[in-house]
């Protein structure tokens, strides 16, 4: 059974850089027959999609975020990581890694509450 | 980016109505669209892809429709385990783009 599980802090002070990482099991990064995403969901508000990575280190992030956001992956570990900088207040949400297959997000993790406050 | 509209923004039904949301692309996405379904604290729960293909284990009451711009979520029988919040989302450009939601409260 395919599981994600996001990690990383709970707050952050604003301008610092956040760190979360989503650790894969039942599945193989590697393999290559999937992309790896990154959503997140501001409380109470719609989803909005941060982008992806593909096992080779193929990326795309989306323009809304500015150049603030970096996704990678470390095939080795099966995880893949997210880093979002310079950060405000409005980043403050909850932050889900999910599988797409074929351009849908079939398995999501459980999600992490990030705030962003000093 | 493509805007994603949903109507209602919510709706109060009973068990056993039949319930239908909509979901409105600002341009054509043939039929690459996406129902999920939210419960509070869970992360979406894929429900139908391309449109109309019901994901496995999904009930058959849930169903899709549409293509081009205007597409449809049908639940035939609300059931209880069904008062959710639903997105649509788009697959067809970059970024991938969901609708704000659409909340199916009990009347």
């Keep these: 059974q395919v599981q994600l599980q996001e990690s990383g802090p709970g707050l952050v002070k604003p301008s610092q850089i956040l760190s979360l990482t989503c650790s894969v099991s039942g599945a193989s990064i590697s393999r290559g027959t999937h992309y790896w995403s990154w959503i997140r969901q501001h409380p109470g508000k719609g989803l909005e999609w941060i982008g992806y990575i593909y096992y080779s280190g193929s990326t795309y992030h989306n323009p809304s975020l500015k150049s603030r956001a970096t996704i990678s992956v470390d095939t080795a570990k099966n995880q893949y990581s997210l880093k979002l900088t310079s950060l405000t207040v409005a980043d403050t949400a909850v932050y889900y890694c999910a599988r797409q297959s074929h351009s849908f997000f079939d398995y999501w993790g459980q999600g992490t509450l990030v705030a962003v406050s000093s | 980016d493509i805007q994603m509209t949903q109507s209602p923004s919510s709706v109060s039904a009973s068990v056993g109505d039949r319930v239908t949301i909509t ?4 341009q054509d996405i043939s039929s690459l669209l996406a129902w999920y379904q939210q419960k509070p604290g869970k992360a979406p729960n894929l429900l139908i892809s391309t ?3 019901l994901q496995s284990g999904v009930p058959p009451r ?5 293509s081009g711009t205007d597409f449809t979520l049908t639940i035939s029988s609300l059931q ?3 008062f959710a919040t639903y997105y649509c989302q788009q697959a067809h450009s970059f970024p991938y783009t969901f609708g704000q939601g ?3 409260e009990s009347k």
Aim: net charge neutral.
């Design chain 2, 23 to 26: 979901c409105r692309a600002s």
């Design chain 2, 62 to 66: 849930f169903s899709g429709s549409g």
């Design chain 2, 102 to 104: 659409t909340k199916v």
């Design chain 2, 51 to 53: 449109a109309s293909s």
């Design chain 2, 80 to 82: 209880p385990e069904d």
